[in-house]
């Protein structure tokens, strides 16, 4: 049934977000669908897919799935425009099954979860110097992966090498190795000998390569943390690159979480209930962002080799019977509150976006 327009009513969208199109669903405020409508990915797209929006009524908010990945140019021009912009999970399973899943599904159930409150992530601003340590930190890390594997595929080569070979390279460190078997040079392929100095000179040259492409990555990265948050990397045990990683979890607008509880669930270091009875416990959250949740583990070693006051809390907790590892999440749990605090101090992150 068509429903004839009416700019004086509000109403919700919802956006089920693609590579190359973006479904959208627009509902009112009871909650009736009014249409839906496909609108391509791009500034031309966006700029239609808002002019349909608000031919529906007054746009209250919208709800988009993936404001990370795919969705993130529409997030961005929207909220440019003043759209109230709301984070929406996928589906859950139990929707799936009972209605279906496509692509006007998904967006419906996008623009229901905003219109009900289920949905009130605020996303990324990704528009601050934050996204740009975010772009660099994702090429720094495949050119360590891909150095990794370059190295373990020398010192695989070397182990089946031909004896000679084999003997003359398999006690060398990497460095040395890599060195050493980027000076080969073969004149022609008669032999495995020959055919295994050459792949093993190929793949020196590439770790060489890609060292050098990490450290020029690491020295831009090192001087953008510094310029965002010179007072975060000035704690004890936080290094360039454990800072990089909870600056990019907290985004450009961390002012979103609202308090470090929140930024505290966003790392994975928030202990989650899971009383029953008269049953009271807790269990470790497997959840949130993975790589903060490894900066914050990183973070708590270092201290617990080197500053006193962290020892001293280590004893006193193995004191009361607590293991080594329980004494560790409560302390990444500080250290998440001492992070956010610091962050919610950085004048560029927390004026930019408000």
């Known amino acids: ?44 797209g966006h700029k239609r897919a808002l002019r349909w929006l608000r031919d529906h009524g007054e746009v209250l908010r919208v709800g988009i799935e993936g404001t990370g990945s795919y969705g993130s140019g529409l997030a961005r021009y929207l909220s440019d425009q003043g759209v109230t912009i709301v984070e929406v999970d996928r589906p859950n399973r139990r929707v799936r099954r009972r209605r279906g899943k496509s692509d006007p599904v998904d967006a419906e159930a996008a623009a229901r979860a905003a219109l009900s409150g289920e949905a009130m992530g605020c996303p ?39 004896d000679g070979l084999r003997a003359e390279l398999r006690r060398l460190p990497t460095k040395a190795l890599v060195e050493r078997a980027s000076r080969f040079r073969v004149a022609g392929l008669s032999t495995p000998a020959e055919a295994t100095k050459l792949a093993l000179a190929e793949l020196a040259r590439r770790h060489i390569a890609l060292t050098s492409e990490i450290e020029r990555l690491e020295c831009h990265l090192k001087t953008l943390v510094a310029d965002v948050a010179p007072s975060l990397v000035a704690h004890y045990g936080i290094s360039t690159d454990t800072a990089g990683a909870l600056l990019v979890a907290a985004g450009d607008n961390p002012q979103r979480l609202g308090s470090d509880r929140a930024f505290a669930a966003l790392c994975g270091v928030s202990p989650v209930e899971c009383s029953s009875g008269q049953l009271q416990r807790h269990r470790v959250n497997r959840g949130g962002n993975r790589e903060a949740n490894s900066a914050l583990w990183r973070i708590v070693l270092v201290r617990m080799a080197g500053d006193p006051r962290t020892r001293e809390y280590v004893d006193k907790k193995r004191r009361e019977g607590r293991s080594t590892k329980e004494a560790i999440r409560c302390l990444k749990r500080y250290v998440a509150r001492e992070v956010y605090c610091e962050l919610m101090r950085v004048p560029e992150l927390t004026t930019l976006h408000q």
């Open 1 to 44: 049934m068509t429903r004839l327009a009416d700019p004086s009513r509000g109403v919700v969208g919802g956006v089920d977000t693609h590579k190359e199109a973006h479904v959208i669903a627009v509902i009112d405020e009871v909650g009736h669908i009014l249409g839906t409508a496909e609108f391509a990915t791009t500034l031309a």
């Open 124 to 162: 990324k601003a990704q528009s601050g110097k934050v996204e740009m340590i975010r772009a660099l930190r994702v090429a720094r890390r495949s050119a360590v992966k891909a150095r990794t594997q370059a190295a373990n595929q020398i010192h695989a080569l070397v182990s089946t090498a031909p």
